[in-house]
């Protein structure tokens, strides 16, 4: 793959205006798929979730889970759009086979739901409308491995192996409208209003919005158009390109920030952008082309006549808008408050993309201060680390198990991120790891008692110290115990007992 | 009067993945452009207050709950296809993407 060019993002932003637009599709974790019963799981054997719907046998008839169009019409509701008295489905026609049918059902000219917003929170404390052109119903393709080949991707691909246990899993696709001003936040933003949509279907309950797992996808739009000086009008449009394959809220900020760098230095060298997808790759932090983007007209859509309109009652729709949960401003407002956290240690959580993780771990127990410190701290690093999502690392109930345990006295805070890397490297729950690895402090005084008098006899000027008053010296005793216990003591108690054998 | 082009005919016979030889395209386009015409015939008499029909059926809502049913199993799903690996479809390597 060929290095793009870049320009200096601050020269970008000096020269361009970024424009933005997201296209976010959220994965239903309903029991069944969209039009077929079979089971909607992730992670079965290949090609055991499926019904001939799912294969597109003929004569196979899709029917609509009642389910997904109630959980589509309260996240419409939650994304503050007006519900369509009727909408329709549509068949997008294309080939490739991550569908067997040539096709995938969705809505097009009469989605389910339109013309909303949601207010995002960028960092540095500024608040951005983000207006909803849309949100619609439709089914998830299949999954394709590439084999063959030196990279696993497509290009030089011998053969491909498809599993349609994903195909047909409900999916609602959240288009917003043209995103203008978002300037050097660009960025920021993307990642902040992803992670807003995150935080509202967790709190609808109606997606594992899991990024890591496809969950929740994001489609970044983005072009870039020259500025003019002050009193003209502003320039055109400039052609956008369509980002793909972005699988965390991390990847949704480097994969626009590079957008932007890469057609600054096209434009600026007098090239032109080309419509097309990119396709992000997380280990390179860089995005290759995919193919010219098709226009509408050439996916043929057309009304599904083998589905009937959906025609939600007003009752039902304000069944659902009675049952939503708070907005997410109110609600961060109000854990913030519950958490009793300071403005920059809540900060902290929602820069990480944590509140659910955090909500998730005091609902199991922990904590909001211990949560906040794990998830902030050693999982973010080891995230970081790694480049993935801390949530892809470790189940908020671990997490709680892991506070338990320091709660409990059990683990001291350098044997408890022990016991974290253990569950992380996969060996088990926090309690096996503290059992195999054998990391539990020693709370049995017999033996820290052993240690300290061998330290205090090794040490007798320090000894010395300490019966003239001069308590900070126990310091080099405690630190001889710690050694001596390999850092499973509770540095506390054998402070107190220092000071007592000391005394004695 | 010509409403439907051999380009028009040529890009959705590509879209298609349809092979179609020049004559093919040539004779498509004659009988294509007589059903343009023979369906704008209906624009005649569709006044505005006509609303645009999808559905013959007066239905809607026609639901399913949400309850899991029986699958295929492996044999059952795989076994029309003409190359499988790995309990999955084996297809030659296209390029391009999912949607």
Redesign the interface.
């Known amino acids: 793959m060929a290095k793009d060019a870049l320009m200096d993002y601050d020269k970008a932003l000096e020269l361009f205006e970024p424009v933005l637009g997201f296209e976010v599709h959220v994965e239903l974790n309903t029991k069944t798929k969209m039009f077929s019963h079979a089971p909607n799981d992730f992670g079965s054997d290949a090609n055991t979730n499926v019904t001939p719907v799912c294969l597109g046998l003929p004569g196979a008839l899709p029917v609509v889970n009642e389910q997904a169009v109630r959980y589509s019409i309260s996240l419409g509701l939650a994304l503050g759009c007006s519900i369509a008295p009727s909408s329709r489905f549509a068949r997008k026609n294309y080939f490739y086979p991550d569908l067997a049918k040539n096709y995938q059902i969705s809505q097009y000219d009469e989605p389910i739901a339109f013309g909303g917003s949601v207010d995002v929170e960028l960092p540095n404390g500024r608040l951005v409308t983000v207006s909803i052109e849309r949100a619609h119903m439709e089914e998830d393709a299949g999954k394709l491995t590439h084999v063959g080949g030196s990279t696993g991707r497509i290009q030089g691909a011998e053969y491909s192996l498809v599993d349609y246990n994903r195909a047909g899993v409900p999916l609602v696709e959240i288009v917003t409208d043209i995103i203008y001003g978002a300037e050097a936040d660009a960025p920021e933003l993307a990642k902040a209003y992803v992670s807003t949509i995150r935080d509202i279907v967790v709190s609808l309950g109606i997606s594992d919005a899991k990024m890591e797992r496809g969950n929740l996808r994001c489609d970044a739009n983005i072009s870039l158009r020259p500025r003019t000086p002050e009193g003209q009008p502003p320039a055109p449009l400039g052609t956008r390109t369509e980002t793909k394959n972005v699988n965390s809220l991390r990847s949704v900020e480097r994969a626009i920030r590079y957008e932007i760098q890469r057609q600054a230095a096209i434009l600026a060298d007098g090239g032109t952008i080309i419509q097309e997808t990119r396709h992000w790759h997380e280990d390179t932090g860089r995005t290759s082309a995919g193919r010219p983007k098709s226009d509408a007209d050439d996916y043929r859509y057309f009304p599904e006549p083998d589905l009937l309109p959906v025609q939600p009652s007003a009752e039902l729709i304000e069944e659902l808008r009675a049952a939503l949960p708070e907005p997410p401003a109110e609600r961060r407002r109000r854990l913030k408050a519950e958490w009793g956290f300071t403005d920059l240690e809540f900060q902290d959580v929602v820069n990480g993309g944590l509140l659910v993780e955090i909500t998730e771990t005091v609902a199991a127990g922990a904590s909001p201060a211990a949560a906040r410190k794990w998830w902030t701290g050693e999982i973010s690093r080891i995230a970081n680390l790694n480049g993935v999502e801390a949530s892809a690392l470790v189940s908020a109930q671990d997490v709680a198990a892991v506070a338990a345990l320091v709660e409990a006295g059990t683990l001291n805070d350098k044997l408890a991120r022990q016991v974290l890397e253990g569950v992380i490297a996969g060996e088990g729950s926090p309690q096996e790891v503290v059992d195999s690895r054998g990391l539990a402090v020693v709370s049995d005084d017999g033996a820290l008692i052993a240690a300290i008098d061998d330290a205090l006899a090794s040490q007798p000027d320090v000894l010395a110290k300490i019966r003239d008053g001069k308590v900070q010296a126990a310091g080099a005793v405690i630190g001889a115990v710690m050694k001596a216990m390999r850092g499973q003591a509770d540095a506390a108690r054998v402070r107190e007992l220092v000071l007592e054998r000391a005394a004695g | 009067m010509s409403e439907i082009s051999e380009e028009q005919v040529a890009h ?1 016979a590509n ?3 349809i092979a179609l030889t020049p004559q093919e395209i040539s004779s498509l386009t004659t009988e294509l452009d007589q059903i343009v015409d023979s369906i704008a015939k209906v624009q005649q008499v569709a006044t505005p207050d006509v609303p645009a029909t ?2 013959p ?1 007066p ?14 199993t ?1 044999e059952q ?2 076994q ?1 296809a003409p190359e499988h ?15």
């Not at chain 2, 297809?91 to 993407?97: C, F, H, K, N």
């Open positions: 959705l879209l298609a993945r999808s559905h059926v239905l809607s809502n026609v639901f399913r709950p949400d309850v899991v049913g029986e699958t295929l492996i799903a795989l029309n690996d790995d309990n999955r479809f084996r297809v030659s390597a296209i390029l391009g993407e999912e949607q």
